[in-house]
């Protein structure tokens, strides 16, 4: 038994009061952004609350981070809207179903580290482009259908649906002034609910958009085609989803480090995320990752235990099995005001005071995957190309940094300095260095302060040796870094170079990094 009780973190410490009063904060928080996420994507709103209950618990039981909590959450839901609109929610679950695969995979191997190596402008643009997607979507449930075409609210129904969104957005904004010691987008929607319910306003209620009420979420095997097609065409979105949620759940556990003066796990988080998705893609919900709203509300409630993300979740399903009714008649103002307050908190707004201060190509990265993210709708395609780019431009920087001192000593050599990395991107400037016809007969290149990374430096190094060899002269390398010259000796089938042995330099080794 206490093998079981180590994994819940239950120990005299744990003061199991807070922990399931900040549970049931938790849940009253989490299910209004899980609904809210899951019909932003167009999924059922079950889906929603089923992903909030499943990533919640099984990330709380098998994470690497007590204390964080996990849901529905928007980050992962906007990646998958191309792929809805244009395959459909069986599509969705198949990919979800995958990016859980591959989380899984990226902890196994311990690789949790290269998801931060996605460039900060770039994350910028994903935010920013997030946030407006979420902003520009509320916009939409100020419209109606009428004989089956949607068109916008007038009249009263337009001033009703405004007047309580603006004291949602006011309650939210107001209330951390008075008191914290409630989650203010709780309160606001039980305000919004209370006026709405007691004075009979007739206004737009989840009911509206769809029902929320089931049972056990259920086995549900995706009625896709098992195919390579297939594959291509959710492997993306799985990849994108993947890494954003790792990213997201990364970032988070690093928070919750700081705050608590405690060390999480992060490939043990990658299973945990993983394992919650794949079961997501197989029992009907949408996925999802580590939520830091709902992670700061649990540890400001002084929670620091697995017990309260695990209360949270069976609280949300509890609700899905008896609490529905009331919860269809949520006025979806206090959703629309919740998810504007949520997409006012998401936008980078410190990216406006940097702006001056970064690199052109830096801003033109971040701008440029806010806009497709924003106009194509597809985070994943925007995030992918804004990669390739920025790391087009670091090639591109990187290759104009290489540079050689020369001089000639007093026997008559002459030598070749390099500084910089010579690599696919750097071979044209580094030819160009030297000049082979009026070269003295011996000639040295010294990579001291250089490195060859790749092989297209080894097959440059080895077409200045041809041009030296058929000019009658001689070329030597020296001070090759232990990898460089595994790449030449890996390559020798194919070149020839001579190689001034110096077994006792180190500087550019990978063990002096």
């Known amino acids: 038994m206490k093998p079981f009780l180590h994994l819940f973190d239950f120990s005299n410490k744990v003061d199991y009061k807070i922990e399931v009063l900040a549970g049931l904060t938790v849940a009253m928080t989490m299910i209004p ?91 910028f643009g994903f ?174 409630a002084g929670a620091r235990a697995r017990l309260a993300a695990i209360v949270a979740a069976f609280t949300i399903l509890i609700i899905i099995l008896i609490g529905a009714p009331v919860i269809e008649q949520v006025p979806m103002a206090a959703l629309v005001g919740v998810m504007i307050m949520v997409a006012i908190g998401t936008f980078e707004w410190i990216s406006f005071k940097i702006i001056n201060k970064m690199p052109r190509h830096d801003v033109f990265v971040g701008i440029l995957v806010a806009v497709i993210t924003v106009w194509l709708h597809n985070l994943a395609l925007a995030v992918l190309i804004g990669v390739i780019i920025a790391a087009l431009v670091f090639a591109w920087e990187s290759a104009k940094r290489i540079r050689a001192r020369k001089y000639t000593d007093a026997s008559g050599v002459k030598h070749y300095e390099m500084y910089g990395p010579l690599f ?25 302060e250089s490195r060859v990374a790749d092989m297209s430096g080894i097959e440059a190094l080895n077409k200045l040796t041809e041009r030296y060899h058929k000019a009658g002269k001689k070329l030597q390398l020296k001070h090759l870094s232990p990898d460089c010259l595994v790449l030449l000796k890996n390559a020798d089938a194919v070149i020839a170079v001579n190689i001034l042995e110096d077994p006792t330099y180190h500087v550019a080794s990978d063990k002096m990094e």
Request: with cysteine.
């Open 424 to 448: 696919f991107g750097s071979v044209a400037t580094f030819t160009e260095k030297f000049d082979v016809q009026n070269d003295p007969e011996e000639v040295i290149i010294d990579f001291k």
């Open 127 to 300: 935010v920013n482009g997030l946030a407006v997607i979420i902003f520009m979507s509320q916009i939409e449930q100020f419209k109606t259908v009428v004989n089956g075409e949607s068109t916008w609210l007038t009249g009263s129904a337009l001033y009703i649906m405004a007047g309580l969104v603006a004291l949602t957005i006011a309650i939210i904004i107001l209330l951390p002034k008075i008191t914290q010691a409630v989650p203010p987008s709780l309160v606001a929607i039980v305000v919004v609910f209370g006026i709405v319910f007691g004075f009979g306003i007739d206004t737009k209620v989840v009911k509206d958009i769809a029902s929320v009420s089931g049972g056990l979420p259920p086995f549900h095997m995706p009625d896709v085609p098992f195919s390579l097609e297939m594959l291509q065409v959710i492997f993306p979105y799985a990849l994108i989803m993947a890494g954003v949620g790792l990213t997201e759940s990364l970032l988070t556990i690093n928070l919750v480090d700081e705050i608590t003066g405690t060390r999480g796990n992060g490939n043990r988080e990658c299973v945990a995320q993983g394992s919650a998705n794949l079961l997501n893609g197989f029992f009907f919900g949408m996925g999802g990752c580590a939520m830091i709203a709902q992670t700061l509300v649990n540890l400001s």
């Open 33 to 123: 952004e899980s609904l809210s996420f899951a019909i932003l994507a167009g999924f059922p709103p079950l889906a929603g609350l089923y992903a909030a209950f499943i990533m919640g618990l099984v990330t709380a039981v098998l994470g690497g981070r007590p204390g964080m909590v996990s849901g529905g959450a928007g980050a992962t839901a906007v990646v998958l809207i191309a792929l809805m609109q244009s395959h459909g929610l069986e599509y969705v679950f198949a990919a979800v179903a995958l990016a859980g695969i591959l989380q899984i995979l990226v902890g196994l191997f311990k690789l949790g580290k290269f998801i931060r190596l996605v460039p900060q402008p770039v994350m």
